[in-house]
């Protein structure tokens, strides 16, 4: 299986900042099948991108998504107070579908 | 507004068995494959188990097949997964989720509940 690793772990950052976050494939995605989901505690995780760079319905154009083959990016032009959560990817291009560990965004 | 409520998640001893449901609300259900994800604690995301819109096809990751059957009735707009043979591992929140199917095995979630949680020990 695909295995996907997220880096940084956690990421601490100011409102207003950029944050850039990675996802790693340990083979290439296929057709670029790779997801981001938000996730705050408590609540549903909801999704954000997919096709690795179209956003879902009702996410923010400040969140958007890039990359292929094995390297992903998610970045957040400026950060919302509501953005502070964990961030995951997850590759739908071979199956079985499996997730990232997951990118902590903090409020430094 | 779309809504997934899940429940039935309790604490339970290894060798047990359970019944989660997941009701929905807000959009056709039946126009939907659903899935089941899991989180373990501090640990990440891991799909479950999928089936189709109309119930006729099912799928399963490794590590609970043989052991769990997912399920649905779309005339109460509920999703079920019957677990049995439980063990220590399946202690995790559980998530049921819209699925979108791009091919056999190959999905992403569109709108998940919030989860209903699953302790398996002695």
């Known amino acids: 299986e695909i295995v996907l690793t997220q880096s940084p772990g956690t990421l601490s950052l100011s409102p207003g900042e950029r944050a850039t976050l990675s996802c790693r494939a340990s083979q290439s995605v296929s057709s670029s099948y790779l997801a981001w989901y938000q996730h705050k505690p408590g609540q549903a995780p909801r999704l954000l991108m997919y096709g690795a760079s179209s956003r879902a319905t009702g996410t923010p154009d400040r969140f958007s998504g890039s990359g292929s083959g094995t390297d992903f990016t998610l970045t957040i032009s400026r950060l919302e107070p509501e953005d502070f959560a964990v961030y995951y990817c997850?590759?739908?291009?071979?199956?079985?579908?499996?997730f990232g560990g997951g990118t902590k965004v903090e409020i430094k | 507004e779309v809504q997934l409520l899940e429940s039935g998640g309790d604490f339970v001893q290894p060798g047990g068995s359970l019944r989660l449901s997941c009701a929905v609300s807000g959009f056709s259900f039946l126009s939907y494959a659903m899935s089941w994800v899991r989180q373990a604690p501090g640990k990440g995301l891991e799909w479950v188990s999928a089936i189709s819109d109309s119930g006729a096809a099912t799928r399963y990751a490794d590590s609970v097949k043989g052991r769990f059957t997912i399920s649905r009735d779309n005339s109460k707009n509920t999703l079920y997964l019957e677990m049995n043979s439980l063990r220590g591992e399946d202690t995790a929140l559980y998530h049921c989720?819209?699925?979108?199917?791009?091919?056999?095995?190959?999905?992403?979630?569109?709108?998940w509940g919030q989860g209903t949680l699953v302790t398996v020990s002695s």
């Open positions: 997850q590759q739908y291009g071979t199956s079985p579908v499996t």
């Open positions: 989720a819209t699925t979108a199917v791009i091919s056999t095995g190959m999905y992403y979630f569109h709108y």
